[in-house]
């Protein structure tokens, strides 16, 4: 575990975290803005001096109060160096360096001059997305489609001040000035003055609500492909994530859990002895574990692992093989509840057949359609982030103040405010690195075990979770099983679908309201099915919801992850029983949308598609329309696997992605992403799995919940298909189609349909 002290890390009163070099608790002098705004930031980065490229550094000033703000998102020093806000959490997604290439851009600031901090509070940091009400989260790869607009629009109005003031002070009219790299330049003379000359005055100048936007070939930075700011912070050690936080007074905290998902503490029975361990401050009992806060993390685990606790347990036991029995019950339901219905599906499967819901088989009927039917299974998996959940939290007489790893700012205040009775605005909330996140940092179990710890004992306390309690109580993906049926006409395409998925309802579970106005069915169980792209003119989408007693949250692709596997799988076996390429097959069904046949022909080409693999390697093709939740933006992705057999074991030898995320702020942060994207969807192709026995989950750490080894990676080629469409969601799509395509390649290899994950094929 890190022992690096961010001792330059402080506190500051203002939505913004200052750069400084004084202790992790020093408060900056109160100073005045135009916006009213609510107190917390963090400055991040450790020795807080930023990468800006390869090469480029820039200290902040130390003294906070030289800065002026220009509006929610800009303060300039009058030396000129420009601080941005970063309201979206940095959980390895690029956002650090590509929503300040936007604002930047557009402000025409000195790229070279320019540091980033976390910024918190404010309603220009709020967005209503996702289906959630308006707060401060990052969440469902929304951050640049919800944030580009108001980015650019500040960094315009930071230009336009700076131009105004520069005009002014050179006494010409704004229209014979430029602005470049941080200066105000008068065209005709050449005359310029700097950004940081100008602060007093621009400051003070009122901000256009809808200023002038630059033209798209008057950008310099937007689309370019800069390196992430963050990236030699986080080599040299000096990047801040929650695990690192110190401030006065800390201690430290470990948590002792259930064995069982849902075992609460009743008692204690050996506290007095446990309490006087070396170096134990108290024992702390929660609603669902029991804090052990001493001195330091280590005194605290081991006076954990020593906690004699009398667990009681609330609900039915968890049990693999009963839950798979349960789904399989499901699928064979005679009522379900519809999401889709187009056409006449069922009557088109009883003229083929005479097939109802509880039916399975293959085989040609006497009109000459073909009734092709199959089931597949997804497991329940949990995020096992780097860097476990932590929280370093004070919770005084008035305030509480809180440091971490946070993915849901306003969630957090709005616990905490709740359960300390205190007014959201009093939970102050500062932002550090997060070492992964996937989803579980939103959810603030670990922030209320550490703010319980600090009121029992009065002091800041740092609450870590242990590795095994992180994975055996997380917040899981709900595993889900589907039944596919296609009835296929003489020329091998559907003439009618009929996609059932089954399982524990994730918004059944914590959005009851949205599950309830749909109707009883879960989008989130039907990601890409209930708007299938596929051109089917008769389709029924249903679902029927199996109630477990299973804590569940938003993970990376939620549960496209599962739907796409179904879907893309059981195409696949369309085109193999039509003996049509799965491209064409593809082609055809998706003839009325030119922007998905674009993505799969720039992926075909650059995986050579038209032409044979070479001898021994089998290649399967998987494709994805990606919808961010609540219609906020569309990608498209397709996928091309190939892979070699080996000894009996697969070899993943290429996978070629084509992507149209719309405008590409940043090339490299997007192939950053769909590599990054790719080797997560095939660890849980072929490793990840959650199991439950007896009330519990039975997976503990990495060795049984194994990811994918860097010598199994296969290459990554990436093709960016130019867009102008406005920047789309990137951060989650390319995982869906990752499973089925390898599937597809493997049944290539071996014959043999592999319908549940993680797929039973051993890697080389």
Not at 392 to 407: A, K, N
Not at 584 to 613: G, I, K, S
Request: charged share 20%; aromatic share 8%; with cysteine.
């Amino acid at each position: 575990m890190s022992q690096r002290t961010p001792e330059r890390m402080r506190h500051a009163d203002g939505a913004y975290g200052v750069q400084g070099a004084r202790g992790a608790n020093a408060r900056a002098p109160q100073r005045e803005s135009r916006r009213a705004f609510l107190k917390t930031g963090l400055a991040i980065a450790g020795s807080l001096v930023l990468p800006l490229a390869f090469s480029d550094y820039v200290e902040a000033a130390e003294d906070g109060t030289r800065f002026r703000e220009i509006n929610d998102w800009v303060r300039v020093d009058p030396d000129g160096r420009t601080i941005i806000g970063l309201s979206q959490a940095e959980v390895g997604q690029g956002v650090y360096t590509g929503l300040p290439q936007l604002l930047a851009d557009e402000m025409d600031a000195d790229w070279r001059r320019v540091s980033v901090e976390f910024v918190t509070g404010r309603d220009a940091y709020r967005i209503a997305a996702a289906n959630e009400h308006p707060q401060q989260f990052v969440g469902a790869s929304m951050s640049v489609t919800m944030f580009q607009q108001r980015l650019r629009i500040a960094g315009a109005q930071a230009r336009e001040a700076f131009l105004a003031a520069g005009a002014r002070r050179l006494g010409v009219r704004p229209t014979q000035c430029a602005t470049k790299s941080g200066r105000v330049i008068h065209l005709q003379t050449g005359r310029s003055l700097g950004y940081g000359e100008l602060l007093a005055d621009a400051a003070q100048l009122p901000l256009d609500p809808q200023p002038r936007l630059k033209a798209q070939s008057a950008r310099t930075l937007i689309g370019q492909p800069l390196h992430k700011l963050d990236a030699p912070a986080k080599v040299n050690g000096s990047a801040v994530f929650g695990i690192d936080v110190k401030v006065p007074g800390m201690l430290a905290g470990a948590v002792k859990m259930a064995p069982t998902l849902n075992g609460k503490p009743v008692a204690v029975r050996n506290r007095d002895t446990v309490r006087a361990l070396p170096g134990v401050v108290e024992v702390v009992p929660a609603k669902d574990a029991v804090i052990v806060v001493a001195n330091t993390w280590w005194q605290a685990k081991q006076a954990c692992d020593a906690l004699d606790v009398q667990w009681e347990d609330s609900g039915p036991p968890a049990d693999s093989a009963a839950i798979l029995a349960q789904r399989k019950a499901a699928l064979m339901a005679v009522h379900a509840v519809a999401a889709t219905r187009i056409g006449d599906a069922p009557a088109q499967f009883e003229a083929a057949d005479g097939s109802g819901p509880g039916s399975q088989r293959t085989h040609d009927a006497p009109t000459g359609a073909k009734v092709i039917e199959a089931d597949y299974h997804t497991p329940y998996i949990v995020h096992a982030t780097m860097e476990p959940v932590n929280a370093t939290v004070h919770v005084r007489e008035h305030e509480i103040e809180v440091w971490g790893p946070i993915q849901g700012q306003d969630k957090v205040r709005w616990t905490l405010g709740a359960i300390f009775k205190l007014p959201p605005e009093k939970v102050i909330v500062n932002t550090t690195f997060l070492g992964g996140s996937f989803g579980r940092k939103y959810v603030p179990d670990f922030v209320i075990h550490a703010a319980v710890a600090s009121k029992a004992v009065g002091r800041p306390v740092k609450v870590i979770r242990s590795r095994e309690d992180d994975i055996r109580h997380g917040f899981y993906r709900p595993g889900a099983s589907a039944r596919m049926r296609a009835v296929l006409g003489a020329d091998g395409y559907p003439s009618a679908m009929h996609l059932r998925v089954v399982g524990q309802s994730l918004y059944w579970s914590i959005k009851r309201d949205y599950f309830e106005k749909a109707g009883g069915w879960d989008e989130t169980m039907l990601d890409g099915l209930y708007d299938l792209g596929y051109a089917v003119p008769n389709l029924l989408v249903d679902s029927v919801s199996v109630d477990q007693h299973i804590p569940v949250s938003f993970m990376r692709s939620v549960g496209s992850t599962s739907s796409i596997f179904f879907l893309e799988s059981f195409v696949n076996e369309l085109a193999h029983a039509a003996r049509i390429d799965p491209l064409e097959y593809r082609r055809t069904l998706l003839r009325d949308d030119p922007l998905a046949l674009r993505v799969l022909e720039r992926t075909a080409a650059r995986a050579n598609w038209a032409r044979r693999p070479a001898p021994g390697v089998y290649r399967g093709l998987a494709y994805s329309l990606y919808t961010g939740r609540g219609g906020a933006f569309t990608t498209y992705v397709a996928i091309v696997a190939e892979l070699r057999m080996v000894g009996g074991k697969a070899k993943l030898e290429r996978v070629v992605c084509g992507i149209d995320c719309g405008q590409a702020i940043n090339p490299m942060l997007v192939r950053e992403m769909v590599e990054g994207g790719i080797g997560f969807a095939l660890t849980n192709t072929f490793k990840s799995e959650i199991t439950f026995k007896d009330g519990a989950v039975v997976q503990e750490n990495f060795s049984d919940y194994p990811l994918l080894y860097l010598s199994q990676m296969p290459k990554i080629e990436v093709e960016i298909v130019e867009s102008d469409r406005t920047p789309q969601g990137c951060g989650e799509v390319v995982l869906p189609p990752v499973a089925p395509a390898v599937a597809a390649a493997l049944f290539e290899a071996s014959g043999t349909r592999l319908r549940t994950m993680p797929l039973e094929q051993a890697l080389a």
